[in-house]
């Protein structure tokens, strides 16, 4: 059983930061690529990032300069992922999830595990 579990979001004024986290636990051998989305109301969800296996990480242009994925601990295939968001904009407003590539064993292949979401607003 694996689970993927955000956290982090919340109201903050434009300008401001947050910083989400993505925990995977449970039976993971390893986790390859992370990716960030989002889904504001009314819209689909969006890819806003990701970081690769590798530690590669690219974004969507609405938010280069301002987004930054990172690993807890590169060295640790299992590590939690971040998400710093700076200077937030109130058309960031929405629910945050993590998409996490993940093996549960050798040779097992990868499944795709989405969290729950966290919500960011921000606003003044």
């Known amino acids: 059983q694996v689970q993927v579990v955000e956290s982090g979001g919340g109201l903050v004024q434009p300008g401001g930061s947050l910083r989400l986290s993505c925990a995977a636990s449970g039976n993971i051998f390893t986790i390859y690529d992370v990716g960030w989305y989002r889904q504001a109301p009314g819209k689909q969800r969006e890819l806003v990032g990701m970081i690769t296996r590798g530690g590669t990480t690219n974004y969507v242009d609405s938010v280069k300069g301002r987004f930054a994925i990172s690993r807890a601990n590169a060295n640790d295939a299992k590590s939690t992922v971040y998400l710093q968001m700076m200077n937030l904009k109130p058309e960031d407003t929405a629910v945050y999830y993590c998409?996490?590539?993940?093996?549960?064993?050798w040779g097992t292949g990868v499944t795709h595990y989405w969290g729950q979401g966290t919500q960011v607003t921000v606003s003044s």
């Open positions: 998409n996490s590539e993940i093996a549960t064993g």
